[in-house]
Nanobody
Framework: QVQLVESGGGLVQPGGSLRLSCAAS????????MGWYRQAPGKQRELVAD???????NYAGSVKGRFTISRDNYKNTVSLQMNSLKPEDTAVYYC??????????WGQGTQVTVSS
């Protein structure tokens, strides 16, 4: 009942910035936590950052201080501002949401490539 669509991925040089956005539709009022995960080739999917409906945030240690997650309840979007990007940040980034009964939803993913 919740659809998530990511945008903003692309190719960027090391040290550059990108902003990812995720638009939610459907049963948006049931969403509790929203977040961003990423999966690099040959690696497990990992949490990058998440944010609760109350605004509490959580970041992976590898991105803390460089990435910022934000949520716009009026526009029903969650964004990830990524600064000082490194080649190690290259991955497919997925938007995710969990409703208040524990059901999870996933976006289709957007590719982020950091390379010179």
């Amino acid at each position: 009942q919740v659809q998530l669509v990511e945008s903003g991925g692309g190719l960027v040089q090391p040290g550059g910035s990108l902003r990812l956005s995720c638009a939610a539709s459907g049963s948006i009022f049931s969403i509790n936590t929203m977040g961003w995960y990423r999966q690099a080739p040959g690696k497990q999917r990992e949490l990058v950052a998440d944010i609760t409906s109350l605004g509490n945030t959580n970041y992976a240690g590898s991105v803390k201080g460089r990435f910022t997650i934000s949520r716009d309840n009026y526009k029903n979007t969650v964004s990830l501002q990524m600064n000082s990007l490194k080649p190690e940040d290259t991955a497919v980034y997925y938007c995710a949401a969990v409703n208040f009964r524990g059901r999870d939803y996933w976006g289709q993913g957007t590719q982020v490539t950091v390379s010179s």
